[in-house]
């Protein structure tokens, strides 16, 4: 069987390259059917500091953005991950599993950590321990993602591994990361080298997923480009390298639009930017307004979002005890 899981930061305003390079595809595979987990992953926010009350508003904020993209709170589980204590108890498991050299490598702490590697949290170094919790306390075997997580899905793979050796027992499967090509990656609006991001100070550089549609349009007016006309799919329009900004912005069009960069090309090369822009506002306002709608009518009732987190938390409890059974039985911890 195929067992998805994935989660998302509860650490600021959701952003386009979430939309398209994780929540969309969550709302997909929902449509294949598969028995999946959505976590809001709380404790993963904390690493650095979070504003206990921003924290809490942030944790709804990406429950609505769920929902309102279309996951079903029934045939999925959409949880927050405090309130399912098996994660940090698998966590402390593997964090005795990873090696130090191993953490050592990941280049999301690197960056996160910046220049003041001795200043930041011990959480924030041993946070790629708790993703391979929260992955397989599940036993999840498909983990739908942006590129930028491949690093920690293969370190969960190295740690099911070992874990596997070391006790001489299949408990953990090897997790396969679902990553698109299309969209797994979507830049900076400021800076076509640096990727969309929660944390870049400009507003600017993103577009969220409940701006109105003038900050939509606002934005991808100001959005930075060359003064060459758009990329065709001729040697003289440029490449991704060259032309990162450009490129950038016609791969946001093809996946807003489910098209290719090559029917994209086909559509619009050769035409100014400011007029693929304006087509590019008119699809983006098309798709994400009526999201950020919906997301502002489920924030108003926050009862109704909580009730949502606990129960999906009280069906994400039952599904891992039994394999945190299994993983005690199998330390040699002493169960009744
Ligand atoms: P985070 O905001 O770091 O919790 O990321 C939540 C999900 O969005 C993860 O699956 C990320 O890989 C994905 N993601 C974040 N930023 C981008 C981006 N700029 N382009 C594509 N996917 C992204
Ligand atoms: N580290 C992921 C991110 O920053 C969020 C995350 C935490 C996650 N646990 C996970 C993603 C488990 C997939 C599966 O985007």
Known sequence: MKRVFSGVQPTGSLHLGNYLGAIRNFVRLQEEGNESLYCVVDM????????????????????????????????????????????????????????????????????????NRENASVGLYVYPNLMAADILVYKAT????????????????DIAQKFNNDFGAEVFPLVEPLIRDHAARIMSLRDGTKKMSKSDPSDQSRISMNDGA????????????????????????????????AFNLLEIYA????????EVQAEHG??????????LTDLAVARLGP?????????????????VLASGAERARAIAAPVLDEVFRTVGFLRP
């Open 270 to 279: 050769g035409k100014l930017f400011s007029e693929f822009k304006q087509a």
């Open 142 to 157: 498909h983990v739908p993602v942006g590129d930028d997580q491949k690093q920690h899905l293969e370190l969960c793979r």
């Open 44 to 115: 993963h926010a904390i690493t650095v500091w979070q504003d206990p009350a921003e924290l809490a508003a942030n944790t709804r904020e990406v429950t609505a953005a769920f929902l309102a993209a279309g996951l079903d709170a029934e045939r999925n589980i959409i949880f927050n991950q405090s309130q399912v204590a098996a994660h940090a108890e698998l966590a402390w498991i593997f964090n005795c599993v990873a090696r130090i050299g191993w953490l050592n490598r990941m280049t999301q702490f690197k960056e996160k950590a910046g220049k």
């Open 214 to 245: 003038d900050a939509i349009a606002s934005k991808i007016r100001r959005a930075r480009t060359d003064p060459e006309p758009v990329p065709d799919g001729t040697p003289a329009g440029g490449t991704r390298e060259t032309r990162p900004e």
């Open 291 to 307: 999201i950020g709608e919906e997301m502002k009518r489920l924030q108003a009732d926050p009862a109704h979002i909580d009730s």
């Open 255 to 262: 996946a807003l639009a489910d098209a290719t960069l090559a």
